[in-house]
């Protein structure tokens, strides 16, 4: 896939909050402080992907990762994450919490993590306190040495 373009966006965007709904991802937290969303577009600018990153301290969750499903399968979520995650301060770690999308973080570089071992900060989040259910898978990214 060639190289694609991240344009930030506010969380009120109406793109955003429709693609999250229709994935079923949740939504009640996209206008809170602290989160920059980011959003790809197709050559004819109609919006095929989105994502989200909230900074937690030192590190980062990875959130709202969606591509929309006429582009689904084609590379574009491999390359979004990749994209998104090589432009965070390469000292903090990357979380993110999954409820059925495990396979697919795996596959960009994501593990599996204990509740036990995610910072603080990270644990704060609306996504992991309180929105994603008790049983989200918590992946960390594990990032070649620099
Ligand atoms: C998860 C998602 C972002 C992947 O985007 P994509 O553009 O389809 O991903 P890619 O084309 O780069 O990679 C596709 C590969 O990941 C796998 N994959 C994608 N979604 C998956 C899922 N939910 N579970 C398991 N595997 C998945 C595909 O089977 C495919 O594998 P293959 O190449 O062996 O067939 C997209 O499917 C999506 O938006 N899903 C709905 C929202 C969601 O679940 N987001 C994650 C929130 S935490």
């Known amino acids: 896939m060639s190289a694609i ?3 930030q966006i506010k969380g009120n965007d109406a793109g955003l909050k429709a693609a999250l709904t229709e994935a079923h991802l949740p939504t009640d937290d996209i206008e809170d402080h602290g989160r920059t969303f980011y959003r790809t577009q197709s ?3 109609r919006a095929i992907g989105f994502l989200g990153v909230e900074r937690c301290g030192d590190d980062f969750l990875l959130r709202s990762v969606v591509v929309l499903p006429d582009h689904q399968g ?4 491999s390359v979004l994450v990749e994209r998104a995650v090589a432009d965070l301060d390469q000292a903090g770690d990357v ?4 409820t059925g999308a495990a396979p697919f973080f795996t596959r960009v570089g994501f593990s599996e993590v204990l509740r036990d071992s995610v910072p603080v900060a990270v644990l ?3 996504q992991l306190s309180s929105i994603c259910p008790s049983s989200a898978t918590i992946m960390r990214l594990t990032r070649p040495p620099t």
């Open 74 to 77: 084609q590379g574009l979520g």
């Open 5 to 7: 373009r991240l344009e």
């Open 43 to 45: 050559s004819d600018g």
């Open 124 to 126: 704060a989040t609306r």
């Open 95 to 98: 979380f993110l919490a999954t």
